[in-house]
């Protein structure tokens, strides 16, 4: 049941940034250029679907969060949550027009994800746009969401990990190479970081309204412990799929090639070091708010990072 809504109060535009959650963003756009680096280190880029796929991600992540915002909001989950206030829950606006705006979101995700395939001619690609879209609503929303299962970083892995950042090298190139495939788990783990960095946020509040996400079924001390391994596994696995692509691709291993391998790990190191510090040292509530930003502004360094390191593969 909704709860009443005053709706002759203002509505601050603070209010539609805060639900947008410009903190997660970058897990949509970040796989996009790793999977757009690939493609133009194979010699097949293109920026316009590129600019597409990253349309698609874009507004798929912003319906995914306005959905969850309708959702957790009808269903009273964000009555006493600790982080950042919620358009449905606050009242400010109608949960109507809060659900009108995730679907207008998810139809311009199909209008451009329909126009890339066009330009693909891979006409079996609407199937994986529905299925994105089916678990980005399901989440949180229907009789029985996923999200309030703990199968919440499933669907992140797979579609802000694996489906976008191959999806872009696969509508360029037409193919998707296997040290693609690992960098994608890489990213995918982050952007699962994302996720439960904020269920840890909410541990003490999501069970009371039978949110059971993965943060609560592991418990603090191993959530906290997992969030860990999230941040820190892609560092290694960075490693691990630039020296395959250096082999695969770039062939005799010289200093440049060196030299692509290691700068990059460097480079992302800290920021998926100071995206864990918090969290270590038993932040709770408001105080992993940073660390939500930290481990966003990690996921779009490693994106642009390890992407640019596949470019110079090629060259």
């Known amino acids: 049941m909704s709860r009443p809504v005053h709706q002759e109060s203002p509505v601050r535009a603070t209010n539609w940034a805060e639900v947008v959650r ?19 280190s194979l010699g097949v880029g293109s920026l316009l679907r590129t600019l597409l796929a990253a349309g698609v991600a874009l507004a798929l992540q912003i319906g995914c969060n306005l959905a969850n915002d309708y959702s957790d909001g009808v269903r009273g989950t964000d009555d006493q949550r600790t982080g950042p206030p919620r358009l ?7 949960p109507r027009a809060v659900k009108l705006a995730a679907f207008a979101c998810f139809g311009i995700a199909a209008a451009l994800g329909l126009a890339l395939v066009a330009l693909t001619g891979q006409w079996w690609l609407i199937g994986v746009g529905v299925a994105a879209v089916a678990a980005a609503w399901f989440y949180t929303g229907g009789p029985r969401p ?5 199968l919440g970083e499933v669907f992140v892995f797979v579609f802000f990990g694996l489906v976008a950042t191959c999806g872009t090298a696969y509508v360029q190139g037409g193919a998707v190479p296997g040290w693609l495939w ?9 952007a699962c970081s994302l996720l439960m960095v904020n269920n840890l946020r909410d541990i003490n509040t999501d069970p009371v309204h039978g949110k059971r996400t993965l943060a609560v079924r592991l418990g603090e001390s191993r959530a906290r412990r997992a969030y860990t391994v999230m941040v820190l596994m892609p560092v290694l696995i960075a490693a691990g799929s630039l020296v395959w692509a250096h082999t695969a691709v770039g062939g005799a291993w010289d200093v440049v090639a060196i030299v692509d391998v290691v700068c990059p790990l460097v480079i992302v190191f800290p920021f998926a070091w100071r995206a864990t510090t918090a969290v270590r040292a038993g932040a709770t509530g408001h105080e992993l708010i940073g660390s939500l930003r930290n481990a966003g502004q990690y996921e779009l360094v490693y994106g642009v990072v390890i992407g ?3 470019l110079i593969v090629g060259t």
């Open 182 to 190: 690992l960098a994608a788990c890489g990213i995918g783990l982050i």
């Open 88 to 94: 449905t829950a606050s009242g400010q606006v109608a």
């Open 22 to 40: 410009l903190r997660t963003l970058p897990a949509a756009v970040a796989p996009v250029l790793l999977g757009a680096g690939a493609a133009t």
């Open 308 to 310: 640019l390191a596949f």
């Open 146 to 150: 996923y999200g309030y299962a703990g």
